[in-house]
């Protein structure tokens, strides 16, 4: 079993992330906070350097366009990090509304195109954090075939 670290935003930094390993250890890796997609972005990707962190920490994106999506996710590769989450979780109604986190979760068709586009491009494995739904939790039951 691996014990990892899930992200909260504002909180769970790289100083934190640092801290825990330092002074109390367990941690098999940990999730870092989102990295939202937009066009134009340009990305500090500090905190995710696996020479700055001393937990394994796998790098989550939060996007519904699956061109920005792989822009940031080359440049993460690029930085080391060998692992990418796609955040289908943020519950958040300024991301949600936007359709992109958990905003997604209604719109399975979109949810397959965005994978069906990112993941023949990348090089490093790629996880997904979800809910069971957004509006209601069967939705889960249309995704887990996707």
């Known amino acids: 079993m691996k014990l990892i670290l899930a992200p909260i935003r504002g ?7 640092n801290a825990l390993a330092r002074h109390f250890g367990g941690i098999d890796e940990a999730l870092a906070p989102y990295i939202e997609t937009k066009s134009n972005q340009h990305y500090t990707l500090k905190e995710l350097l696996p020479s700055q962190n001393l937990i394994a920490t796998e790098a989550q994106i939060l996007s519904k366009d699956p061109v920005l999506f792989l822009e940031l996710a080359q440049q993460i590769e690029a930085a080391g990090v060998t692992k990418i989450n796609l955040n289908l979780g943020c519950p958040y109604p300024m991301v949600a509304g936007r359709g992109k986190g958990s905003g997604l979760l209604p719109h399975p068709q979109k949810v397959y195109s965005l994978l069906s586009q990112v ?4 090089k490093v494995p790629l996880s997904i954090k979800l809910r069971l739904g957004r509006e209601n939790p069967k939705e889960i039951r249309e995704l887990l075939p996707i």
Request: glycine fraction near 0%; avoid cysteine.
């Open 119 to 122: 993941l023949p491009s990348l």
């Open 11 to 17: 909180i769970t930094d790289l100083h934190y992330r």
